[in-house]
Each structure stands twice: as structure tokens, then as C-alpha cells.
């Protein structure tokens, strides 16, 4: 049964059926019936294995095709009209030539299938930021990801009412052939197609196509921005909270910080971190002229390797009950699942994430290195009381990092909103398991955003800089760098909660409350001005974290230089005067 009389939904729905011919077509409302029938359909045909319902109630395992367990960004494309509206940095086709390709791919490949109309929201249903979206797909695990990852089902068509104004997104799993993988966004049409896939970020649509390829375009048109970065509120012993977001590219650390846990000598004087959110912010100006983050999200889609009790209590808690997990190894002694990472005791009986028998003395791992959580952000014991605010959070801070061996210290705070906006647009960071391709790379990836930004870079750069034009009272901008590493490849940083002792420095800055060393690259903190109670690191090896090598910072600005000569005409002639600046200062 329909569940809207909205016309443009229903004829959109129709003609997306008479192309791809499901057998049925079933509305998602929403309900806990609903979704309890699907999820026994699916355990029923092998899609979902359900897990031990006593230590992992509510909770299914899913394994993806093995050539389709990450996001695919060589088959990720923004079709607009003109292909420098695109840019440089991302896949491009002519629109109608994409769409007579896609409508081959998906002619007639829903039979004997059903499809499933899922309406969602991104942000709170029914707050003046909330923007709305159908998704039709042909599998019910990206159904059962949807309900958890955003608000979904009926209230959201009650909400649309007869409006066009929501995104229409098609999923259709084909026969997940990998050279015809598609992932596609026509931002100037509000659509979204992914095809051949049926995994992660190529089809959660609300997520990476949505929240921020689509709302990076809807942000520039609309005065606010769309990003890659957790949101947290950090609690002092007085009370007060102060808000940043982070951007780190994909399997940096965003989700580790979000549910940071203080360290012991923080906890015992009343600090408290609070997780509005672990992956997306959607940033815009308040009334007060601060700058307010909101989740648009409603659950995590998490790294589940090198989770554990141990580097992040809070997801291992959020991820107890009501999870889906994907890709991890199954224990199959107690029907539980196993990551590496988790625990030093893998399963003495298990299957891998493919399916195979599996030990630890197998020599290959048990769960994929992308291999993920789908969890419910209420399960988290951090989630901030702030969570369901459609107004969002008042950030203090923007943090920008990266996985760098080398180069980039520990921290360092950037001059103004311009350099801020500068050292963002020239992050770097070796390549993860996040998406296909060779890892430990170190590539450009300029606010975390390369993969996700739906236009052109340069613009997206001049975006940021008129955005601060509009923002009052300005957060201010540093970088980090968890993963400097020493001559033996080894982190020399402890990172995870041990991070709170920068953020502490980092909103002390923001507060006036500490001084700091200025450096070539900017603000640098004075080694005696970290917290390292607690810890076993030492002054000298902190000073060590913190130094700023010229000679690699000569060879750096070199290598920014090539990269932004990509961006043509359209490199904002701010942000090349900051490259000239920097270059000037490290002479
Ligand atoms: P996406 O979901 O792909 O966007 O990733 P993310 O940015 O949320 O990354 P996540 O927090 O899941 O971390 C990815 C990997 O980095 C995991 O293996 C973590 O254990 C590791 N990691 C996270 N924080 C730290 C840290 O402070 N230090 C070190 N050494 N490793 C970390
Ligand atoms: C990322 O790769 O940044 C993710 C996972 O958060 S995915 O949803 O697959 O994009
Ligand atoms: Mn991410």
C-alpha cells in the first residue's frame, strides 16, 4: 500500500518500477512489525545471520560479495552539465549519456526481486534543517542499515506532504558486477543512482551520496556546509560543555574520537566528553553568529577492527544490542562475532568474514579490514543530551588530520579563518581500507571532503572562505596528527582517550586560557602546556611531536603547490597568497 498521495513521489516510484520490474513493491513505514518481519525474511534466505540473543540481542551478522566490501571512488561520479562544475578532483559524465547507461544497467533487473521504498530524513523530522529522501532498493540489508543509520517511514512522507522538495535516490543491486559498478550523483537534479553494489557508503545513500555529496551542493546554494567530521562536546569540572567537529578522511580516527573516554587523571577531576556525532556535521551560522553543528545521522556505520573494551568502550557498548555487523569473523563455538583487535582471544571455531573456516593460525585475517558495525546512536552511553537538537551545537573548535608518519606535528593551530582554511584545503594522509584501492598511500585529501565534495574543489575552497565572512564569532582552526611514528614504524602518540590532553590545549586556546610558540606553520604549543599526568610519555618525546622540521615543510609546500596548480582558474586567490605566505616564512 502507498504511503503517500504525494504526486511527484508516486510517479517518480512508478517509473523507476516499469524500468527496473520488481515483482512487488513494499512501502517502508517504519514500524518495529515491519522491520521484524524483513529481518526474519532475510535470516530465512541466508542475507542476515541472527547472533547469540543473549550476549548480542537484537543483533545479525551480514557478509558482502567478496568484490564489494568497500566504497568504490573510481566508479563514483557527479554528473552535472558542464564538467568543470565538477572539478578536477571528481569522476564526471555528460548527465544524459550516465543516465542511458544507468537505465541499461537496471532495464528489467528487479524481477523476481521486490523493491522497497524507503523514506528518510537527514537531521531531525519535521526541524527547519531537516532535508528529506526516497531511496528505492532491491535489498532488504540496506532496509534494516537505513532504519538505524537515519529517521525513517511514515512520519517522514506525513512531514514531505505533496512537496517535491526531497532527494530521489535509486539502488538497484543488479548482479553486483564490478565494471558495471555505479555510483552516481546529479546534484542539479536532486537524484542519486547506485548500481552494482550493495555495500556500505556506495548504497546507505543517506550517508556519504546524500549528507554530503548531494548537501555539499545544497550547502553552497544555501549559505551552509556539508562535512566530513564528528561532532563532541567536551564537559569541564565547572560544568561548561564546548563543542568542536573533527575532519579526518575515512578510518582516521573520527569515530575513536567521538566516544573518546578521558583518561583517568581527567576523569577523576570531573571531565566528561559527550558524542553528538561520528561521521557527519552539517554546519551553519545561528542567529547568534556562532557556528552550529548538527548530526544529520541517527546511527554509526564503524571501522570494526581495533575496537575493543580497550581503545573504545563506547562503540563495543553501542554495538551490544539492536547491530548489524558486516564482514567480521564469526565465533561459531557461541555464535558471537570477532574482529581483529577486539581481544587478544580469537575464536577457537570460526568462520571468516567470507564464510570459510578460520583460526588465528590461518594466516589471513578473520574479519575484512573495512569490515563495520551499523549501530544506534542512543545505544551509545556518551550520546550528548544535544543529540536530537535540531539547532545543533555551537563549535568552539574545527579540526582538521590526517594519518601523516612524517611532517605534521601533534597539533598546531592555524593563524585566522583564512590559513585555517588553507591548511584544510592541503591536508594529506595515507590511504585506509575505507575504500578500494592501495593503502598507506599518502595522498591530498583536502578536508577529509576529496571522495565526498559533490563539486568543484576550488570552490568548495572559496565556499569555506565566504563562509567565514558570515560567522560571527569564528571557531578557530587547528590540525592533528595522531600517527607520527617512530624509526621502528611504531605510533610514538598513545592516541584514542590520551587525545583529550590535545583537545584540552586545543580549547584552552580557544578560550584565551593558554599561550602558545609560533612556528612557520602556525600556533604550536609550548611542550609544558600539554597534560601528560598519567601517561608514560615524556616532555622530550612530546617536544619531539611537536617540532615542526623546515626542510620536510619545504618539500611539502612544493608538493601543495603541484596540487593546487590542478585546480586551475579556480583556486581561490586567498589561499594561493597562503601558499606564497607559508613559502615566505619557512625561507
Ligand atoms: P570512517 O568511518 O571510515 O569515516 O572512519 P573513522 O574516521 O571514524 O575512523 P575510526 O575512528 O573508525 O578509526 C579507524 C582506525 O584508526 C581504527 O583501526 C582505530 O583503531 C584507529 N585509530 C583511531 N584513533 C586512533 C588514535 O588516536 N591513534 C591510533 N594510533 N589509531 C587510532
Ligand atoms: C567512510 O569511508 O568515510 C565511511 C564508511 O564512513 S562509508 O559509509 O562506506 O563511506
Ligand atoms: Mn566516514
Known amino acids: 500500500m502507498e504511503l503517500t498521495s504525494n504526486p511527484h513521489v508516486l510517479s517518480w516510484v512508478a517509473e523507476m518500477a516499469a524500468m527496473t520490474k520488481p515483482d512487488r513493491q513494499v512501502w517502508i513505514d517504519g514500524s518495529e512489525e515491519q522491520l521484524s518481519a524483513l529481518r526474519e525474511e532475510a535470516v530465512a534466505s541466508g542475507e542476515l545471520i541472527r547472533l547469540n540473543g543473549e550476549k548480542l540481542p537484537g543483533c545479525y551478522l551480514h557478509r558482502s560479495d567478496p568484490s564489494d566490501v568497500a566504497r568504490v571512488e573510481g566508479r563514483t561520479y557527479i554528473c552535472c552539465k558542464r564538467q568543470e562544475d565538477a572539478g578536477p578532483t571528481n569522476n564526471w559524465m555528460d548527465p544524459d549519456e550516465m543516465r542511458a547507461k544507468l537505465r541499461e544497467i537496471c532495464e528489467g533487473s528487479m524481477r523476481g526481486r521486490t523493491m522497497y521504498i524507503i523514506p528518510y530524513s537527514m537531521s531531525v523530522i519535521g526541524s527547519p ?49 564490478e565494471k558495471n559498478r555505479y555510483i552516481v550523483h546529479f546534484p542539479e537534479e536532486d537524484e542519486i543512482w547506485s548500481v552494482n553494489s550493495a555495500y556500505g557508503g556506495n548504497v546507505l545513500q543517506g550517508k556519504k551520496c546524500f549528507a554530503l555529496r548531494i548537501a555539499s551542493n545544497l550547502g553552497r546554494q544555501e549559505g551552509w556546509m556539508a562535512e566530513h567530521m564528528l561532532i563532541l562536546g567536551i564537559e569541564n569540572p565547572e560544568g561548561e560543555v564546548r563543542y568542536l567537529s573533527a575532519a579526518f578522511p575515512s578510518a582516521c580516527g573520527k569515530t575513536n574520537l ?37 548530526n544529520p545521522e541517527n546511527g554509526f556505520f564503524g571501522v570494526a577492527p581495533g575496537t575493543s573494551d580497550k581503545s573504545n568502550p563506547n562503540a563495543m557498548a553501542a554495538t ?13 563455538d557461541d555464535n558471537t562475532v570477532w574482529w581483529e583487535g ?31 558495525f551499523t549501530a544506534p546512536a542512543k545505544n551509545c552511553p556518551s550520546i550528548s543530551p544535544e543529540f536530537d537538537n535540531p539547532q545543533g551545537v555551537p563549535l568552539s573548535a574545527i579540526i582538521f588530520g590526517g594519518r601523516r608518519a612524517r611532517v605534521a606535528p601533534l ?18 594522509s595515507e590511504t585506509t581500507a575505507a575504500a578500494s584501492g592501495a593503502v598507506g598511500v599518502v595522498r591530498r585529501d583536502p578536508m577529509a571532503m576529496l571522495p565526498f565534495c559533490g563539486y568543484n574543489m576550488g570552490d568548495y575552497w572559496q565556499h569555506w572562505l565566504d563562509m567565514g565572512g558570515h560567522i560571527g564569532k569564528k571557531p578557530k582552526i587547528f590540525n592533528v596528527n595522531w600517527f607520527r611514528t617512530d624509526e621502528n614504524g611504531r605510533f610514538i602518540w598513545p592516541g584514542f582517550g590520551e587525545n583529550l590532553r590535545v583537545l584540552d590545549w586545543i580549547l584552552r586556546r580557544c578560550f584565551d586560557e ?51 596548480q590542478k585546480m586551475g582558474g579556480h583556486l581561490p586567490p586567498d589561499l594561493a597568497a597562503e601558499l606564497d605566505a607559508l613559502e615566505a616564512r619557512l625561507k
Open 320 to 332: 551490544r544490542r539492536d547491530t548489524i555487523f558486516t564482514n567480521v569473523a564469526l565465533n561459531t
Open 514 to 564: 593558554v599561550g602558545a610558540e609560533e612556528t612557520p606553520i602556525g600556533f604550536v604549543p609550548r611542550p609544558e602546556d600539554i597534560e601528560l599526568e598519567g601517561t608514560d610519555v615524556s616532555r622530550a618525546t612530546l617536544a619531539g611531536l611537536l617540532q615542526v622540521d623546515r626542510e620536510l615543510w619545504r618539500e611539502e609546500t612544493a608538493g601543495i603547490r603541484t596540487f593546487y
Open 342 to 372: 577486539m581481544d587478544k582471544n580469537p575464536p577457537r571455531h570460526a568462520l571468516d568474514w567470507t564464510g570459510k573456516p578460520w583460526t588465528a593460525e590461518s594466516g589471513t585475517k578473520g574479519a575484512h579490514p573495512n569490515s563495520r
Open 129 to 177: 534543517f531537516a532535508k528529506y529522501g526516497l531511496e528505492l532498493t532491491d535489498s532488504i540489508y540496506v532496509v534494516l542499515n537505513m532504519a538505524i543509520m537515519t529517521r525513517m517511514g511514515r512520519p517522514v512522507l506525513d512531514e514531505l506532504g505533496d512537496s517535491p522538495d526531497y532527494i530521489r535516490g535509486l539502488h538497484a543491486s543488479v548482479d553486483l558486477d
Open 411 to 428: 597539533v598546531y593551530q592555524s593563524r585566522d579563518w583564512k590559513h585555517g582554511v588553507f591548511i584544510g584545503s592541503v591536508m594529506a
Open 258 to 294: 567521538a566516544m573518546l573516554i578521558p583518561p583517568e587523571h581527567y576523569r577523576r577531576n570531573g571531565w566528561k566528553v559527550w558524542c553528538v556525532g561520528d561521521d557527519i556535521a552539517w554546519l551553519r551560522v545561528g542567529q547568534d553568529g556562532r557556528l552550529y553543528a548538527v
